[in-house]
């Protein structure tokens, strides 16, 4: 089978007035399906620019990105807005969770707005929160929940709507160790048993440890890919 992203020759350069930075500078990635890979680097290095690249959340100026083999340029803006929803999860360092509704309503609301029935998006977000251990707590607000519940809320949002890829970028980032540690196991048992790509933009070593495959950037290029036993040789 096709791999589930393939990237060539990505290139992505801001301007502010004369300045320019070239946060891409000829990136090639492939990425299977059902892998979990972590992407790594130095801060300002290009991680969350590929990934909003990769994920159709920011444009690119050069090269060719395909999600299940189908060309991001191919899409429209709202094709790729509508195709997002529907096939692709976030998972980002600051939950972005509704402070206002429980975490059911929040989990629920991606589907909502993308057209399901109230009931049937009622009974999806409250199988979602089950097997991320929040069931008990469906019907509390963000505020009553712990940062470790939060992204716990977060990443059953993601994963409501089955998505064939997960997108994360830092998604331990405001954790203490022992929340961070909970929600990467729970991040790699979903992995293995729904068989969803996982891509993780991070700085935590402990993220590379569990992923298949670390890929490490610098000034914008991918620079090695690593196994997680080599990267602790």
Known sequence: MPPIISAEQVHKTFRNG???????????????AGEMVAIMGPSGCG??????????LDDFDAGEIAIEGVNLRAMNDRTRTRYRAERMGFVFQTYNLLPVITAVENVELPLLVGGVR???????????LTPVG???????????HSGGQRQRGTIARALVNNPAIVWADEPTGNLDSKSATDILTLMRNLNQ???QTLVIVTHDAAIGDLCDR???MQDGLIVA?????????
């Open 18 to 32: 004369k300045i320019e930075v070239h946060a891409l500078r000829g990136v090639d990635l492939t990425v299977e």
């Open 47 to 56: 991680k969350t620019t590929l990934l909003n690249c990769l994920s159709g």
């Open 118 to 128: 109230p009931a049937e998006a009622r009974r999806r977000a409250e199988n979602a």
């Open 134 to 144: 929040l069931a008990a707590r469906s019907h509390h607000r963000p505020a009553e």
């Open 193 to 195: 048993e729904l068989g």
């Open 214 to 216: 670390i890929v490490r």
């Open 225 to 233: 890919h690593e196994s997680p036993e080599s990267a602790m040789a």
